[in-house]
C-alpha cells in the first residue's frame, strides 16, 4: 500500500494569533531578512490581505509588491503590518549571559 501525503502548507498552521506570533518569533529568531519578510506575508495571507493592508494604511498591491519576491519593504511598512497583525517587536540582547 502506497503512503499518502499531502502537501504541506503553512496556511493550516497559522489559525490562532498565537501560532502566528511563534511563526513571526522564529523567523526574527533565524535573522534572515528573507525569512523573516516570507513569515509576514505567509502570515497576512492567513489573515487577508486585504484586510492587513487596510489596517496597515497602504494598499492591497503595495502591501503585495513590500512581501512579494523582489519586494524590499521599508521598515514603516513592516511596523505598519506587525501593528494590522497585532504583533510587535521587541529587543533582547544576544547573548543571555549579557542580559
Known amino acids: 500500500m502506497a503512503l499518502k501525503t499531502k502537501k504541506f502548507d503553512i496556511q493550516d498552521h497559522l489559525k490562532t494569533p498565537a501560532d502566528r506570533a511563534a511563526y513571526l518569533a522564529a523567523a526574527f ?6 525569512f523573516i519578510k ?4 505567509d502570515i ?3 489573515v487577508g490581505m486585504g484586510e ?12 503585495y509588491k513590500a512581501l512579494g519576491k523582489g ?3 521599508k521598515l514603516s511598512t513592516l511596523l505598519g503590518v506587525m501593528k ?3 504583533v510587535h ?3 533582547a540582547p544576544q547573548d543571555e549571559a549579557a542580559a
Do not use: N, Y
Not at 516570507?38 to 506575508?41: F, G, K, P, V, Y
Not at 492587513?52 to 502591501?63: D, K, Q, S
Open 44 to 46: 497576512a495571507r492567513a
Open 29 to 34: 529568531e533565524e535573522g534572515d531578512a528573507a
Open 89 to 91: 517587536l521587541t529587543a
Open 71 to 73: 519586494g524590499d519593504p
Open 38 to 41: 516570507l513569515a509576514l506575508s
Open 84 to 86: 494590522a497583525l497585532d
Open 52 to 63: 492587513v493592508a487596510e489596517r496597515a494604511g497602504i494598499t492591497r498591491e503595495g502591501l
